[in-house]
């Protein structure tokens, strides 16, 4: 779950980390009371759920509270259009009204988790306000890393270390330490999947501070985090994706025109790539889970369905937990009331296969079968391409 930059700020504030003096507003009138607090010169900045928005219009500098009303009627309201929102772009409804800042230098500064090591690490840049994405693929020289001991934390040393390689000022180093041991500790203790800093910057007067401030939390820990759930903001999110939540349907949109509705992650991973494999594009991950019902399934092919750019969908499931009849008969149910016209391709193995294949059969529902996991990735990107 990921939540805006003011929200960010407020959570990391908590822990140490300094951050700008700002107010959140979503009206002109907001705007203009803000400046006029904040001394008249400040910045605007868009909150949306992406990044690259100071390329896309969606930062700009004021310097009265006139001037900034002006700046953020040119945002509020507007679909901001950023690398990261697609060409649909994402509606600004609130902006961060937030002080002027002597700017010295720009680091980066993230907390990830590397999958590989299995444990967070810490990872820095002297190239901060960039996409660390850019970068590593262009500079991989200037990309620090130091692994964290789960067991005793992030270290004071490796703190100092990456301090003194990014060659900040003796007399700031102190301070670096301090703000990435709070990072580490709000990434830590409020189950993130990615805390990120970009830029962090060093003032003229020698302070550091985090100007910039993103936040994406593990889903499956917000349980014991419900202040942090309370702060999802679903207009940032895909639409499908909320419904999909409802009945416990792990979806995720993606680019291409071919449907798919697998059971268990690991099996949906592999039908995407075989997808591609054959020359096609995933529309989506679905994983409806192992103990689906009637319902779930037909819920789950309506969601799929919903999207626009599906021009054929695949059903890959294999009936352990979950029985292929109920699944054939979820299918049936979603595909009459929705009168599907895109070709459709099932393969199933497993618990009661040849039932769910029956079930299909007598429904007298255009579906094309397939006993392999190949020969179903062959046949929908086929249908799709004649359809």
């Known amino acids: 779950m990921n ?41 605007v900045k868009a909150q949306i759920h992406a990044g690259g928005r100071g390329k896309a219009g969606g930062v700009k500098l004021a310097s009265s509270p006139e001037d900034a009303v002006e700046k953020a009627s040119e945002i509020l309201g507007k679909n901001l259009v950023t690398h990261q929102t697609g060409p649909e772009g994402r509606q600004v409804r609130r902006v961060l009204v937030e002080q002027g800042v002597n700017i010295e230098r720009e680091l980066y500064l993230g907390m990830v988790l590397d999958r590989a090591q299995s444990r967070v690490t810490t990872i820095c840049s002297s190239e901060g306000g960039v996409e660390i994405e850019e970068v590593a693929a262009k500079q991989p020289g200037k990309i620090l890393k130091e692994a964290i001991d789960p067991a005793i934390g992030l270290q004071p040393f490796q703190c100092r270390r990456l301090a003194f390689a990014l060659g900040v000022p003796r007399e700031v180093v102190g301070k670096m330490v301090a703000m990435m041991q709070a990072l580490y500790r709000a990434f830590d203790d409020c189950d993130c999947s990615i805390a990120e800093i970009n830029p962090l910057i060093v003032t003229k007067e020698g302070q550091v501070m985090a100007l910039d401030a993103k936040m994406s939390f593990d889903s499956n820990a917000l349980f014991r985090h419900q202040e942090i759930l309370a702060l999802r903001d679903l207009n940032e999110e895909d639409p499908r994706e909320i419904e999909a939540s409802k009945y416990e349907l ?105 039932l769910g294949r029956k079930i299909l059969a007598d429904s007298g529902l255009p579906t094309i079968t397939a006993e392999t996991m190949a020969e179903a990735a062959e046949k929908i990107v086929q249908a799709v391409k004649e359809f």
């Open 250 to 354: 792990s979806y995720i949109s993606l680019d291409g025109n071919i449907g798919c509705m697998v059971n268990g992650a690991g099996l949906a991973m592999a039908t995407m790539d075989i997808i591609k494999l054959c020359g096609g594009e995933p529309a989506n991950f679905l994983d409806v889970g192992g103990g689906a019902d009637e319902e779930r399934v037909a819920q789950a092919f309506k969601i799929i369905l919903s999207d626009a750019r599906v021009r054929g969908v695949l059903i890959n499931i294999f009936g352990g937990i979950m029985r292929c009849d109920v699944l054939a008969q979820g299918v049936v149910d979603a595909a009459r009331e929705l009168s599907i016209k895109v070709p459709l391709v099932v393969r199933m193995q497993g618990t009661n296969v040849e």
């Open 3 to 43: 939540i805006h930059e003011y929200q960010a700020k407020e959570i990391l504030k908590r822990y140490g980390v300094p951050v700008p003096v700002g107010r959140v507003a979503s009206t002109l009138q907001e705007v203009k009371a803000a400046a006029a607090e904040l001394g008249g010169r400040c910045v």
